[in-house]
């Protein structure tokens, strides 16, 4: 008998050189392995409306488990273009301008693959969300940071405007913001449309914490305005709205002409989203009171959650929009409020148990400004049991 031959596995070349596991899963798996309170990693603690599940279950039993069409169910994209319209005042073809897809994540990926070709440079405003400069890189393009105002995280429009070049192809917004919980007013809109205006550079605005914005301001999209609609990918998250995050549900609105494209990645990248839970959000969003409360809903536990750390020596930064508390560790009378903002995160974690996010990991340069990052979409209970333990700061 011949010996089997040396097995090798053959070796690769990573096209993510600087990616390894995200900060969100290690402090969600530290928080579970010191039992700490897990305020770090942005989901809820609570389930989601019984009604909507029921919707959902019906949508099984009645056959719906095929494949729906690609672009997705008719009438969930129907409910948006009506949302969309009643909110902001736009119409957006449900038929050739709407697409479900797998998660706001998979929405921009394939957004910035169906536009952005090799060399092709994308302005993304720091800090941000942590797929976004990956999603660049598979594609082939070259992110461009350019950092909101360090304290304010307001977009400096100067630096914006200077870094658009004959290679630009793109900007990423994203209103209400994660992590700083600022959001975009009307006249950022417009500042952006009139620096725009002379350019082909397309918009990713990534709004899906659009239902958290608290009086009182309004959320602000991009479908508003006429010059910026016309060129943009505005993409939103069921999960997020209606505290289903592990439902993996979004939605792109964009003009026919780059939907076409959007779609054409799309069909050979997921092709289409889970059949039931379309049907079952397209009878859900009958009723809009869901999304229409909840910037109370969110904003009674921002009140709790920012009331029990006034008490703290965190400084608190505003939280106008999102889920997400940021704070300023500087002045706190302990002697780890000097170390850099991960290792803070790491010691919260371990010798206060509560988990958080320091805003460095938002930076690819790791930019650290003593910030870290908190979620307060949990239930009363959990904020009041962290709140305990930070008494002490």
């Known amino acids: 008998m011949n010996p089997s031959p040396p097995t090798r596995t053959p070796a690769l070349q990573t096209k993510l050189p600087k990616v390894g596991t995200t900060i969100f899963s290690v402090m969600s798996a530290l928080a579970a392995e010191t039992g700490a309170v897990n305020l770090g990693q942005g989901f809820p603690d609570f389930d989601c409306d019984p009604r909507l599940v029921d919707a959902v279950t019906e949508a ?11 672009p997705g ?4 994209r129907q409910a948006v273009a009506d949302k969309v319209q009643a909110l902001y005042g736009r119409r957006y073809d449900p038929a050739s301008e709407i697409t479900i897809t797998a998660g706001a994540t998979q929405a921009i990926l394939t957004a910035i693959l169906a536009v952005v070709r090799a060399g092709d440079e994308v302005i993304v ?23 909101l105002t360090p304290g304010s ?3 400096d429009f100067d630096r914006i405007a200077a870094a658009i070049t ?9 209103t209400p913001h994660n992590p700083s919980a600022t959001i975009w007013q009307a006249d950022d809109w417009l500042r952006l449309q009139e620096i725009l205006a002379p350019t082909d550079v397309l918009i990713i605005s990534d709004e899906v914490y659009e239902h958290m914005v608290y009086a009182p301001n309004r959320h602000s999209s991009a479908a508003t305005f006429d010059g910026l609609a016309a060129r943009a990918f505005i993409v939103s998250s069921f999960g997020k709205t209606y505290h289903v995050t592990g439902w993996k549900v979004g939605t792109v609105c964009a003009p026919a002409p780059l939907m076409t494209e959007f779609r054409k990645v799309h069909q ?7 059949t039931p839970m379309q049907h079952g959000l397209a009878r859900y969003m009958a009723d809009p009171q869901p999304y229409l409360q909840l910037p109370a809903f969110y ?20 939280s106008e929009g999102s889920y997400f508390q940021c704070v300023d560790i500087s002045g706190l009378a302990v002697p780890e409020r000097d170390l850099p903002e991960d290792q803070f995160c790491l010691w919260l974690t371990r010798e206060v148990g509560v988990a958080a996010i320091p805003l460095s990991a938002f930076y690819g340069n790791g930019f650290d400004q003593r910030v870290i990052r908190f979620c307060y979409a949990k239930r009363d209970e959990t904020l009041h049991a962290a709140l305990k333990r930070l008494a002490r700061l």
């Open 166 to 174: 004959p290679r630009t192809r793109a900007i990423l917004v994203n």
């Open 153 to 155: 995280f307001r977009p």
């Open 73 to 76: 169910v008719a009438e969930l």
């Open 268 to 274: 050979f990248n997921v092709f289409t989203v889970n």
């Open 60 to 70: 099984m039993r009645a056959g719906h488990n095929q494949y729906p069409p690609m």
């Open 125 to 147: 405003l720091e800090p941000c969300y942590d797929s976004y400069v990956p999603n660049i890189e598979l594609a082939g393009g070259v992110a461009v940071p350019v950092p």
């Open 299 to 318: 904003a009674a536990k921002r009140d709790l959650f920012r009331a029990g750390l006034e008490q703290t020596r965190f400084r608190l930064l505003p």
